[in-house]
Nanobody, 120 residues
Framework: QLVQSGGGLVQAGGSLRLSCVASGRTYNAMGWFRQAPGKEREFVAAITWSGNFAYYADSVKGRFAISRDNADNTVSLQMNNLRPEDTAIYYC?????????????????WGQGTQVTVSS
């Protein structure tokens, strides 16, 4: 089970931090996806178990940072310089393997979703 926190409403250029706690230890990759109204769920970022490798969607590269704390079974997403087009429901997920993936099918467990709204 994954429980998310964070999110909310922010003006363009602002920052938000999302967190996700897993109920148990996982040695798989973890990631974040987002889904805007009327659009498919899209990949945002992913990180390996060791935290040594992170992978980002081009649209967020340089603005978002994913991290994880295996001692607390958490994964976080720091979002800076937010834009209106970042508005979406954000989901954390646990991968089905240790490899980072950018597809929905690469992940087997999902958080409940958190709304992020960026106003212009």
């Amino acid at each position: 089970q994954l429980v998310q926190s964070g999110g909310g409403l922010v003006q363009a250029g602002g920052s938000l931090r999302l967190s996700c706690v897993a109920s148990g230890r996982t040695y798989n990759a973890m990631g974040w996806f987002r889904q805007a109204p009327g659009k498919e769920r899209e990949f945002v970022a992913a990180i390996t178990w060791s935290g040594n490798f992170a992978y980002y969607a081009d649209s967020v590269k340089g603005r978002f940072a994913i991290s994880r704390d295996n001692a607390d079974n958490t994964v976080s997403l720091q979002m800076n310089n937010l834009r209106p087009e970042d508005t979406a429901i954000y989901y954390c997920a646990v991968g089905i393997s240790g490899n980072v993936g950018a597809r929905v099918i690469d992940y087997g467990s999902w958080g409940q979703g958190t709304q992020v709204t960026v106003s212009s």
